[in-house]
């Protein structure tokens, strides 16, 4: 049975999730569109498709195409949207497990002001419960992330689970939690050249791989992005932090640094993979903020076998130990002031937010909350970053392990911080050259289906390569990457 509400909302407001108000100025709408993503409901969602249109959603994968769908939410009935499969995991033609969506809302008919809204699976890479928690942590401490909660959802009357329903970062987004909704927004998504903040050059071009513009702003000033990089890299140590603080929220970024290195959340910037991360730009101020973005992996120990997040992430020193170079960070560590601050700030989030009691509660809360809608879910459960949680209360027991286990270790570390752990050679992982050879395959594929190619055997090759990287097998990636490519040379021929 489910808690009673206010017991509920009693745990999620120590969580800062419940009562949050708009900004002054916030569109139309906002306020209902709170009711969405409540975090003591989980929301009901119909959305129905003409069976040929199904069909040929998922023919076309990996290419994700758009097609009619039905939204119905309560009382609130629109039969012009469109819908498209969401996310990496989601394209594979093989993907065994339940896919996530994506609508998108017609401009004169948006759904309580939003122009689209997503449902994701939370099974590939992560649970059900991190990003929900994640982000209301951020919120908790004064950042404006995103919301998330969960949805019950049914495709063409038929029950398909428990979703993850996360607010999209757009222009609504800009409108109702950002000073400037006018302001540049640029999205690092599987990362590339420059993702990591490290300064190319002055030519925009060199960073477009990795940033993808993601309003008109961004697209006619990259030149802005540009010079942000620059002058993270190459402002003197005696200037750094007057020039960051001027032209950064800085503050927001150390404890965001802070909430992702307690929760485990380490496929950030901030952490191992310099992606999956917005950028915007308040141009009214000329300052930069960080967002977080797609944060379902979190509250592991060890993730995938072989990143060691509790191990290699030190609280009071948070550029992890291993992986890739990150100039901000390092800049942030080598200046004894921003240091300070750092663990000044990371010190109050741990005490406010990670305690392990009460967070465990918040589990616990979110589980009960889920608990009967999990029973019938038709998905099996499944924790990629820990292969030996196979059911919901065993991803409840690891969670609750990592959080007690990350909280004794950062008292530790921030009351006696001792020397900098020696970086060592980082996990296998995903390159930059990597990264962009698999977005030009991607492309290429997409290119030779729109001419009418059959792109099936370069699909099947591309199949093998997420589990290959997961299981850092990278030898064997770079073999999959070539196999991939040389078929593709034989289409065009």
Not at 463 to 485: F, N, Q, V, W, Y
Request: proline content about 8%; overall charge positive; hydrophobic content about 40%.
């Amino acid at each position: 049975m489910l808690p009673a509400s206010t017991v509920l909302l009693g745990i999620l407001l120590w969580m800062g999730v419940a009562g949050q108000t708009p900004m002054a100025g916030t569109p139309p709408g906002a306020k209902a569109a709170a009711a969405f993503y409540s975090p003591d409901q989980v929301q009901q969602v119909h959305l129905t498709i003409d069976p040929g249109d199904l069909r040929r959603m998922t023919a076309a994968l990996p290419e994700r195409i758009q097609v009619p769908v039905s939204f119905r939410w309560r009382d609130i009935l629109i039969d012009r949207a469109s819908v498209q499969f969401k996310g990496n995991s989601s394209s594979n033609p093989r993907q065994a497990h339940k896919r996530s969506f994506l609508v998108k809302f017609p401009e004169n008919r948006r759904f309580l002001g939003l122009r689209q809204v997503s449902f994701d699976n939370a099974i590939q890479f992560g649970s059900l419960f991190s990003e929900p928690i994640i982000t209301s942590i951020l919120r908790d401490h004064g950042m404006p992330a995103h919301r998330a909660n969960h949805a019950r959802l049914y495709l063409n009357g038929e029950y398909r689970g428990v979703y993850v329903n996360v607010e999209r970062i757009d222009e609504v987004f800009l409108a109702s939690h950002l000073p400037d909704p006018q302001g540049s927004l640029f999205k690092v998504d599987l990362g590339g050249p420059g993702s990591n903040l490290q300064y190319l050059g002055d030519r925009p071009d060199l960073y477009s791989q990795a940033f993808e513009p993601k309003n008109r702003a961004a697209k006619n000033r990259p030149d802005s992005l540009v010079d942000f990089i620059r002058r993270v890299n190459q402002t003197g140590p005696g200037e750094f932090p007057r020039v960051l603080e001027s032209v950064f929220e800085s503050d927001d970024f150390l404890r965001t640094t802070a909430v992702m290195l307690f929760a485990g959340a380490f496929d950030q910037l901030t952490g191992w993979n310099p992606h999956n991360y917005f950028l915007y730009h308040d141009s009214t101020r000329n300052r930069w903020r960080y967002l977080p973005w797609d944060l379902d992996v979190g509250f592991c120990e060890t993730a995938f076998g072989k990143i060691r997040v509790l191990d290699d992430w030190h609280a009071a020193w948070p550029a992890p130990r291993t992986g890739p170079p990150n100039p901000l960070l390092e800049r942030i560590i080598a200046d004894p002031g921003l240091l300070k601050k750092y663990r000044s700030e990371a010190r109050k989030i741990l005490d406010s937010s990670f305690q392990p009691e009460k967070l465990c509660k918040v589990f616990d809360t979110m589980h009960a909350l889920l608990r009967g809608d999990l029973k019938t879910d038709p998905f099996p459960p499944r924790r990629a970053t820990v292969p030996d949680d196979r059911d919901y209360d065993g991803i409840i027991a690891s969670m609750k392990d990592f959080v007690r286990k990350r909280h004794a270790a950062a008292v530790r570390q921030l009351e006696e911080p001792g020397e900098r752990p020696r970086r060592q050679p980082g996990p296998p992982g995903l390159t930059a050259e990597l990264v962009a050879r698999i977005q030009q395959i991607q492309k290429r594929a997409e290119e030779t289906r729109r001419n009418g190619g059959d792109i099936a055997p370069v699909a099947r090759v591309m199949e093998k390569l997420g589990p290959a990287i997961e299981a850092g097998r990278m030898d064997e990636a770079e073999s999959i990457i070539r196999e991939a490519t040389r078929r593709l040379d034989a289409l065009g021929k």
